[in-house]
């Protein structure tokens, strides 16, 4: 909430006076009675500000009454802080018929003066009565309460007239409307006129061809096409254009929400988020890590098999079973002839364990990951690199379903997330080119990742499904000022990932992770490996 550190007492022309401590109440209350109770905001785009201005008193109305139920001594100072007649004298009619509405349905003692006010507050406290917990009956009362006042008034008011409201606590309710125009105050200094926007739009492959060969087109082009497949001319034998042009191609915009600590809310489609290809690399890169670390490959490959088993498993100790447990009964026999009562877990039961897991290893590919370890010549890249290899070697032999993916970005406008290996891909060529190709850049905006990387994957029907990140730092971008802003959010999207069945573990790279990395994935989720380790 954005709130003054102080208001003045507010002065009716009465000269009834108003304590300016009890103005900043009636607005702190008023405020987080939306945030609370308006769950999700109106669509304007269809509105006009008069109907804006109807479903908007409603909704006032509705949040300070269920307000008012927890909190009674609210009531008072709200009807306190409505202005009299006298204080209505400069207004448009229109804004003192809501006035006198509002006022009659937060004061029992007084009388609206207008007739249709009188009629529609019966309504009104009706439907609070069946609905008041839902914001969507103030939408379609608003809308009613309009087509009311329109057809009793002569409604005649200028959209100037409309901002300025004589109930002192109430805002411009900006907070609960949601509209699809972009509005430049809110997008900041970087914001860019449609006329300049690229615009992707997707053709057909004989529009492709057609314009294909414009000599005007560049990367500064006001439209983008794109086919849903790479297109290979004929004359290129085999040879993409964007391979041709040296370009990897890059998916549409994912929006997703970015997590405000200091308000305690969403930042709605804060962060824009492409999916990129990294170009390749030799992948007889990664055959030599595998080749000269074989002996590790195998130790990796038998310790993730153990973690889960797979195949016919013996269970022992068994209350039923298709066999007798010997060591049991022997056990049961001893305590029968010293006089104790026997265990009846004398039975053994062999059951079929089958793997079924889907894994996402994230890594973190920032401008950091190109810095050297520490005694040692090779960079903290090269190592995510070889760890990468291995583990993924290993978990292709057992047959578990994984996908690579790694992630920088460069302000909220640019995340980029890098599909290694697909889900249900084998650890081929191609992938041991994308994986030999990875380069270290930009910064680490690590929760819009790691929900990027969630909607992966909750695509596969896995019974458990596990994100694990390796990274060398603490989530940082160019943008974001306050260090806590960007760790906070990552917290926020782990506990997003763990409420729909995800768990989530960090391999930190870096030696004082410590002091932040449990607090974003939790006690027990996350190691720390210091560089000294790394080293040797």
Known sequence: MHIPDAYDDYIHASGKVVAGVDCYRAVCAHAAAHIIQTTSAFKGDDLNPLQVACISLIEDLRVELNTIKKFPGMKKIWIALHPDDEDLKEYNPFIADLVDFSRATLDSSYQ????????????????????????????????????????????????????????????????????EELDWLSEGNDYVPVSQRQVRRNVNIMEMWNELDVETAGDDAQEIWTLDSEYFPDELDGVSLNELEGKEPI?????????????????????????RRVSKGDPE???????????????????IDQLQPQGLVKLKKQQEGSELDIDECVTAIADIRIGTTPSDRIYAKKIQHTRDVAVNLLMDLSESTNDMVVGSERSILELMQEATSLLSWAINKIGDNLTISGFASDSRHDVQYYRLKPFHH?????????LAGIRGGLSTRMGTAMRHAGVDLLTQSSAKKILLVLTDGEPADIDVDDPQHLRMDAKKAVEELRARGIVTFCISLDPYADEYVARIFGKNRFMVIDHNYLSH
Request: overall charge neutral; cysteine-free; glycine content about 2%.
């Open 112 to 179: 609206a003066k207008q007739k249709f006010n009188k009629d529609f507050l019966i309504n009104f406290r009706k439907k609070m009565a069946e609905r008041g917990e839902f914001s969507e009956m103030s939408y379609d009362l608003g809308l009613s309460y309009y087509e009311i006042i329109k057809s009793e008034t002569d409604v005649k008011i200028s959209a100037s007239a409309l901002v300025a409201t004589p109930i002192q606590y109430r805002d411009d309710n900006r907070y609960i409307w949601e509209y």
């Open 251 to 275: 998916s549409e915009p994912f929006h997703y929400n970015e997590w405000d600590y200091q308000l305690q809310l969403y930042r709605p489609n804060w962060v824009t988020l492409y999916e």
């Open 285 to 303: 890169v990664i055959d030599k890590i595998l080749k000269t670390y074989k002996p590790v490959a195998n130790r990796l490959k038998n310790a």
């Open 426 to 434: 084998g650890f081929n060529d191609e992938v041991k080119a994308r």
